[in-house]
């Protein structure tokens, strides 16, 4: 059974930092590009970043600048998600997804990827 497990969410201050991991079972990662999204209340679910399966090439939203960074351990069948410098906008729920390779087709990951239930990131003082 194919499945993806996000965790690490939680309540921060806005400047703090999380780091969210996203668990794979059933499957091997190596062979998948793993994205992060997010959904804020109201608003159309967005990627936020992506690392591909073949040479670990990362992207990221614009709005990351620079404050988030992608990486795999595929040893422990792992993504993770470290976010510095959150800001209350970052507000949202974050899922972790995979798919074949990295796709900027929102499209392709709603049709094509295996999704998690997703983790709670709330930034607020």
């Known amino acids: 059974q194919v499945q993806l497990v996000e965790s690490g969410g939680g309540l921060v201050q806005p400047g703090g930092s999380l780091r969210l991991s996203c668990a794979a079972s059933?499957?091997?990662?190596?062979?998948?590009?793993i994205g992060w999204f997010r959904q804020a209340p109201g608003k159309e679910r967005e990627g936020v970043s992506c690392i591909s399966s073949s040479d670990g090439s990362t992207y990221y939203g614009d709005f990351v600048e620079g404050r988030f960074t992608i990486s795999r351990d595929n040893a422990k069948n792992m993504v993770y998600l470290q976010m510095n410098g959150l800001k209350p906008e970052d507000t949202a729920v974050y899922y972790c997804?995979?798919?074949?390779?990295?796709?900027?087709?929102?499209?392709?990951?709603?049709?094509?990827?295996?999704w998690g239930q997703g983790t709670q990131v709330t930034v607020s003082s």
């Open positions: 059933g499957f091997t990662l190596d062979y998948y590009a």
């Open positions: 997804a995979a798919i074949s390779e990295c796709n900027v087709d929102y499209d392709a990951w709603r049709d094509n990827g295996s």
